[in-house]
Nanobody
């Protein structure tokens, strides 16, 4: 079954950094819009960042200036570099391929104060 595979989550102190990775099938990656979502306990899933096949990016206001989404088309991988992390960034982060509506299993990010 085609799926996305996330990695890179973990526990970090406030102010620290993490880089998430999402590997996608080569058959869809080069043309699809890739997105990162997150879901905090008791809250709805929210869009964090997106990147088009040509590299255009958009971010949620809460992460602008701290997070950077990027993609490596040769490796079929999308990244989310997260800097200056805050406790409110805690949650499960999911990768999504928009056009194919594919999701990963999620990776836990926990930021301690």
């Amino acid at each position: 079954q085609v799926q996305l595979v996330e990695s890179g989550g973990g526990l970090v102190q406030a102010g620290g950094s993490l880089r998430l990775s999402c590997a996608a099938p080569g058959s869809i990656f080069s043309i699809d819009i890739m997105r990162w979502y997150r879901q905090a306990p008791g809250k709805q899933r929210e869009l964090v960042a997106r990147i088009t096949s040509t590299g255009s990016t958009n971010y949620a206001d809460s992460v602008k200036g701290r997070f950077t989404i990027s993609r490596d088309n040769a490796k079929n991988t999308v990244y989310l570099q997260m800097n200056s992390l805050k406790p409110e960034d805690t949650g499960v982060y999911y990768c999504n391929a928009l056009l194919k509506n594919l999701w990963g299993q999620g990776t836990q990010v926990t930021v301690s104060s």
